[in-house]
């Protein structure tokens, strides 16, 4: 899809709606089983929902990030890396408040003539004490020429 | 190991993934309401020249190095997870996630930084840095 270096940069400091999300014990019990790992003790949150959850939790599903940097299809979308910092565990049945930001866009053009948008965006959880529990740093490689 | 600088050059106990289960990228999917097809329809990916293979999800992958880390530190353990995607990681692949420990950050809290991996075969599929808190004395 073709989409302008502009609109690409006018996402930078795009803020994602905001709100507050709960794992449940059966998703996180079907998301470990899903690793392949054994069950976490004590109600802990599996550290790999530092996925999906800030980014459903920050008020957005990775379908509408999709609409946002306007990518479809097979091939269209990359992961470059994850930065994720965990200040205190994740724990079932707590509310965290999830709030973040687009913190990057480039556009990349290789030597061999590929082009692709850089897209990095934050998200940072909360406890109701207003506790910082953990925050993530997600880098998306947007393909727009292959 | 009491003293925490003999973990630095410590390679970690390493954790196997068998034969990556399909079924496991479709549940998954789910979870993260993903609608990626590259991760549950076989047909998506023929055009990208992977045959009908499906691709496992990024977060997956990181798992499988998550769990190696718990299973050696416990359950919380992981303090912050760097990670770099190499190559794309196919169900039925088996896989290995490894580390080993670069540096101690912090003697106080115990925290050292590992450099991690997945491995398939002799390829690096995945690469990164954890940091995490030692409180299991290492017998060797």
Partial sequence: ?146 | MSDLSSYIGFDLPTLEVNLIDPQKMKTMAALLRDPYPVHWDQNANESLGFGNRVINQGPLNLSYIANMLMEWQGPTCIKRLKAKFLKPVFDGETVVAGGKVLDVLEESSSRILCQIWLSRGDEIVLTGEAEIIVTKEETD
């Avoid at chain 1, 690409?8 to 059966?26: A, Q, S």
């Avoid at chain 1, 205190?88 to 973040?100: A, I, N, S």
């Fill in chain 1, 1 to 146: 899809m073709i989409v302008s270096e502009e609109e690409m940069l006018d996402l930078r400091g795009y803020k994602f709606p905001g709100g507050v999300r709960t794992v449940e014990h059966w998703e996180n019990w079907l998301l470990t089983d899903c690793t392949t790992g054994q069950q976490l003790p004590d109600n802990l949150v599996h550290p790999i929902a530092l996925f999906h959850v800030p980014i459903q939790g920050s008020g957005c599903s990775i379908s509408e990030l999709f609409s946002l940097v306007r990518v479809q299809g097979a091939g269209s979308v990359g992961l470059d890396g994850y930065d994720w910092e965990y200040f205190h565990p994740l724990k079932e049945d707590v509310p965290y408040l999830c709030e973040g930001e687009v913190i990057d866009v480039q556009r990349v053009k290789t030597d061999n003539g590929k082009i692709y948008d850089r897209f990095v965006f934050s998200i940072d959880l909360l406890n109701e004490s207003d506790l910082l529990i953990a925050r993530v740093t997600n880098h998306w490689r947007l393909w727009r020429k292959r």
